[in-house]
């Protein structure tokens, strides 16, 4: 079920689809899934001892963040009303919302090794999947997560995302909202593809490392760029030798 969640938000865009009904907001394959998962979770925490709220260690900068939102919140009361953009406002709200009590569930639920390792895999694995079809889209201008209802009738397109181009360049987004965020995914990404290469020494994930890292340059993005050379850098000082032994794939 938490590997589902992440291949719905790898693959589906989220705010690019909805599901077919006459609610008030935009029902979305994300927001459906954790409504469920986080149900039967707060069902699971009543009536199963083995089910109970961990701590991450990231409370306080999360309650920061909280606290920070209530404050914004608060202080523009009346510009909220006088703009008229309260549904909007509560709609992002409950959707900041809904990523504190995702990532309490993976920390209740998940309570072994191999589970971690099996999500890593699926993380890597979905992203090399992306980046392969930004590649796709950066030749030829073919976005494939714009026609997801081909292959999925039960979703329904909402809004295509507007991308300006970098001079003559196309700025690829696949499956996300934006370049810089598609190529800041992809980025995350590599210290966890460069893991389950070292770790396990198979090919197609050094292959899902080098797409995440073609994937990274085809969104034409700068601050991607500059995400991956500080990776590259930490990767430098915290592991210098095996760093060192990896530069002629650069070539």
């Known amino acids: 079920?938490?590997?589902?969640?992440?291949?719905?938000?790898?693959?589906?865009?989220?705010?690019?689809?909805?599901?077919?009904?006459?609610?008030?907001?935009?029902?979305?394959?994300?927001?459906?899934?954790?409504?469920?998962?986080?149900?039967?979770?707060?069902?699971?925490?009543?009536?199963?001892?083995?089910?109970?709220?961990r701590r991450t260690g990231f409370e306080a900068p999360l309650a920061a963040f909280g606290l920070a939102?209530?404050?914004?919140?608060?202080?523009?009361?009346?510009?909220?009303?006088?703009?008229?953009?309260?549904?909007?406002?509560i709609k992002r709200c409950m959707f900041f919302l809904s990523f504190f009590l995702v990532m309490a569930l993976f920390a209740s639920v998940i309570r072994s090794e191999k589970a971690v390792l099996t999500l890593v895999e699926v993380l890597v694995g979905g992203g090399a999947v992306v980046a392969f079809l930004a590649l796709v889209e950066a030749r030829n201008g073919y976005n494939f997560f714009n026609h997801l209802q081909q292959f999925l009738p039960v979703l329904k397109l909402t809004e295509l995302p507007?991308?300006?181009?970098?001079?003559?360049?196309?700025?690829?987004?696949?499956?996300?909202?934006?370049?810089?965020?598609?190529?800041?995914?992809?980025?995350?990404?590599?210290?966890?593809?460069?893991?389950?290469?070292?770790?396990?020494?198979?090919?197609?994930?050094?292959?899902?490392?080098?797409?995440?890292?073609?994937?990274?340059?085809?969104?034409?993005?700068?601050?991607s760029i500059l995400m991956l050379t500080v990776v590259a850098v930490v990767f430098l000082i915290l592991r210098p030798r095996q760093t060192r032994r990896l530069w002629p794939v650069l070539f």
């Not at 994300?30 to 149900?39: D, E, F, G, P, S």
């Not at 939102?69 to 406002?89: K, W």
Request: net charge positive; proline share 6%; glycine share 8%.
């Open 69 to 89: 939102v209530i404050g914004s919140l608060a202080a523009n009361t009346h510009r909220i009303a006088a703009l008229g953009v309260q549904p909007e406002v």
């Open 162 to 223: 507007i991308v300006p181009e970098r001079g003559a360049r196309l700025r690829v987004y696949a499956s996300a909202q934006h370049p810089i965020a598609l190529g800041a995914l992809f980025v995350m990404l590599v210290p966890l593809a460069v893991y389950l290469a070292q770790s396990t020494g198979r090919r197609r994930w050094y292959g899902a490392l080098g797409l995440l890292t073609l994937g990274t340059i085809s969104t034409v993005s700068r601050t």
């Open 1 to 53: 079920q938490l590997a589902a969640v992440l291949l719905v938000i790898t693959f589906i865009p989220i705010r690019r689809y909805g599901l077919p009904g006459n609610l008030p907001f935009n029902m979305e394959p994300y927001r459906l899934l954790v409504i469920v998962l986080i149900l039967g979770w707060l069902a699971s925490l009543l009536i199963d001892d083995r089910v109970r709220i």
